[in-house]
């Protein structure tokens, strides 16, 4: 699904980190170009 892609990963303090939305992103064969995980309120 993410192989050859490159990935902008936003993620959420409260939720999902974004760190760990990288890992399975780079595991499903994407590239990671940025990662972030913020505060929503």
């Not at 892609?5 to 760990?20: F, Q, S, Y």
Request: charged letters at 20%; one cysteine or more.
């Amino acid at each position: 699904m993410f192989e050859n892609k490159i990935v902008i990963v936003l993620g959420e303090r409260d939720g999902v980190a974004g760190p760990a939305i990288a890992a399975c992103v780079k595991s499903a064969g994407g590239k990671v170009e940025y990662t972030s995980t913020e505060c929503f309120v």
